[in-house]
């Protein structure tokens, strides 16, 4: 599953490339300690025309492919969106905390997923540079290089910044910076692309990028 953000490995819980949180089948019948041929059976039977279910809501809560098994033999999956498992799990009964467990793991994904959006509309090219460098990139190294690329633009740390400010993390700083840090940051944005390629120590980045950030600030903007 390339192209997808790894959110909780333990859970099986992703990001699609279509910025959808999901669960793998494979983690939810382990998890639930199920035979997943048995929950496939079951996700077959909700798929159903006669369960009550419109054709679009399946189709986009239960995504099925299929992948090389260990011996080279095609299997099954299927990708499940959080409506389509509490749906699943209507029909299960008990293990209440592990289920629990899991709508407040799709519930921090989804909330992390407003923040991605945000750093996916300011900064693409660093977004997708991250993309093309991971198979499985986590959330965190989002976060971090739009976090590292603010604290550098702003001259203080991002988060303390919107702690101050009372600022949510879905909400894009850009529009509490003044045209001169602005001008700063599109060019950090630029250089960091190349870092990230060339240093995956995040110190590295962050040394390199607060020298660029100084140079600018000497030769091209006056942000006294």
Same mark, same amino acid.
């Given at each position: $599953? ?6 909780? =490995? ?42 009550? %279910?419109?054709?679009? %809501?399946?189709?986009? =809560? %239960? ?11 095609? +299997? ?5 969106? *959080? ?5 699943? $799990? ?13 709508? +407040? ?11 991605? *959006? ?9 977004? +997708? ?77 962050? *040394?390199?990028? +607060? ?8 030769? =091209?903007?006056?942000?006294?």
């Amino acid at each position: $599953m390339k192209d997808v953000i790894n959110f909780n =490995e333990e859970l099986g819980i992703f990001i699609d490339k279509d910025n959808v949180v999901r669960a793998h089948s494979l983690f939810v019948a382990d998890a639930f300690n199920r035979n997943h041929n048995y929950l496939l059976r079951e996700i077959d039977r909700l798929c159903d025309s006669n369960s009550g %279910f419109s054709e679009e %809501f399946l189709s986009s =809560e %239960f995504v099925k492919r299929t992948y090389s098994g260990f011996l080279g033999n095609q +299997e099954s999956i299927c990708e499940i969106g *959080r409506d389509g498992f509490i749906a699943l $799990m209507q029909k299960t009964g008990g293990q209440y905390k592990i289920k629990r467990r899991y709508i +407040e793991m799709f519930t921090e994904a989804e909330n992390f997923l407003r923040a991605y *959006r945000v750093i996916q509309d300011e900064a693409p090219e660093v977004v +997708e540079t991250i993309r093309g460098l991971n198979d499985f990139p986590k959330p965190e190294q989002f976060t971090t290089e739009y976090d590292l690329l603010y604290s550098i633009a702003l001259g203080k740390d991002a988060n303390v910044f919107r702690l101050e400010n009372k600022i949510k993390k879905e909400k894009s700083l850009k529009n509490y910076l003044p045209k001169c840090r602005i001008q700063v940051l599109e060019r950090l944005k630029k250089v960091d692309v190349g870092l990230l390629v060339a240093f995956s120590d995040y110190e590295s980045r962050r *040394r390199l990028l +607060e020298w660029c950030a100084s140079r600018i600030r000497e030769t =091209e903007v006056d942000i006294s």
